[in-house]
C-alpha cells in the first residue's frame, strides 16, 4: 500500500505543480474537474446511505460556484455575485426536493440539506484554491498552502506509523496518534518555513512569502486542517464506506485527497489577505 501511494503521488506530483505554474484557465479547469469528481463522491457516499440528494444539481452548483469565482476575478465583480450564484442553486434544489417529497421520498427535506451542505462543503470551500492562486504572487503563495499541508499529512503519516501510540481520534480514525499529529504541526511549520526560502531563491525577486509568514500560515493549517481529514471521515463511517472512490491507487478518491485542502484554501486565503 504504501509503494502504491509514493509511486502514485510521484506520477501526480509533477503533474499537479505543472498545472499551478500554467495558472489560468488550464487550472481553473483541473481544479474545476477534481471539485466535480469530489462532489459526485459526496453524493455517492449519501445514496449509499440510502439518501438521494440531487446529483446533478449539486455537480452544477459546484461547477457554478467555482468558475464563478474566477469569472468575477476576471472581470473585477464584487464577490456578492457569489451569493446569486448560491441563491440560485439553493432555490432550484429546494424546488427539486419539493417536488421529489411529492412523488415519494421519504427523507426529502434530508436530501435537500444534504446537496446545499455539498455545494457549500465542495463549491465554496473549494472555489477558495481560485482564489489563493489569483492573489498578488499568488503562484508562490499556492505553492506555499498546499505544500504546508501535503508537509503536515506526511509527517503525521509516517511518525505516527512509527512512534504512535495515543489515539487521536478513536471512532473516526483510529489509526492516528497524537504523536503523529503534534509531529506534524512541527514538521509543517519548519518544512513551510524552509521552502518560502527556496521559492524566494526561485523567484528571482522579492516576492511576498517570507519564511516567517509562510511558517506562521504552516503553523495554522498543520493545527487545523486535519479537521477536514476527521469530517471526511464522518461521512464515510456513517454510511460505511471506506475510500470516496478509487480515483487515485493507493489514495482514494478526489474528496479524499482535497478534505485537508479545502480548509487549506479558505484558511490560507484569508490569512494571506488579511495578514501577509
Known amino acids: ?42 453524493s455517492r457516499l449519501f445514496q449509499a446511505g440510502g439518501f438521494r440528494p440531487a446529483t446533478l444539481l449539486l455537480i452544477g452548483g459546484v461547477i457554478a460556484l467555482t468558475v464563478g469565482r474566477y469569472t468575477h476575478l476576471q472581470n473585477n465583480l464584487s464577490f456578492a455575485s457569489d451569493s446569486v450564484i448560491l441563491g440560485a442553486f439553493i432555490l432550484l434544489s429546494m424546488a427539486y426536493h419539493a417536488w421529489a417529497y411529492e412523488q415519494g421520498s421519504p427523507y426529502a427535506g434530508t436530501d435537500f440539506a444534504i446537496t446545499v451542505g455539498g455545494m457549500m462543503y465542495v463549491g465554496f470551500l473549494g472555489s477558495y484554491l481560485i482564489l489563493i492562486r489569483n492573489l498578488p504572487d499568488g503562484l508562490w503563495w499556492l505553492l506555499t498552502t498546499l505544500p504546508a499541508v501535503w508537509l503536515a499529512d506526511s509527517g503525521a503519516y509516517f511518525v505516527g506509523r512509527k512512534i504512535g501510540r495515543t489515539q487521536f481520534s478513536r471512532r473516526l480514525s483510529p489509526k492516528k496518534s497524537w504523536e503523529g499529529y503534534l509531529s506534524g504541526v512541527v514538521i509543517g511549520t519548519l518544512g513551510t518555513a524552509l521552502l518560502a526560502l527556496g521559492w524566494r531563491a526561485l523567484a528571482g525577486y522579492d516576492i511576498q512569502v517570507t519564511a ?7 503553523f495554522i493549517l498543520a493545527v487545523v486542517t486535519p479537521v477536514g481529514d476527521l469530517g471526511e471521515s464522518m461521512l464515510k463511517r ?39
Do not use: C
Open 1 to 42: 500500500m504504501l509503494r502504491q501511494r509514493v509511486v502514485v503521488a510521484a506520477v501526480l506530483l509533477p503533474i499537479g505543480l505543472g498545472v499551478i505554474y500554467l495558472g489560468g484557465i488550464v487550472y481553473l479547469a483541473v481544479i474545476t474537474a477534481l471539485l466535480a469528481i469530489a462532489a459526485w463522491e459526496y
Open 212 to 218: 516567517l509568514n509562510a511558517g506562521i500560515l504552516g
Open 238 to 276: 456513517q454510511v460505511g464506506i471506506k475510500d470516496s472512490s478509487h480515483l487515485f491507487p493507493g489514495h482514494g478518491g478526489a474528496l479524499d485527497r482535497i478534505d485537508t485542502w479545502l480548509w487549506a484554501g479558505l484558511i490560507g486565503y484569508h490569512l494571506i489577505a488579511w495578514f501577509f
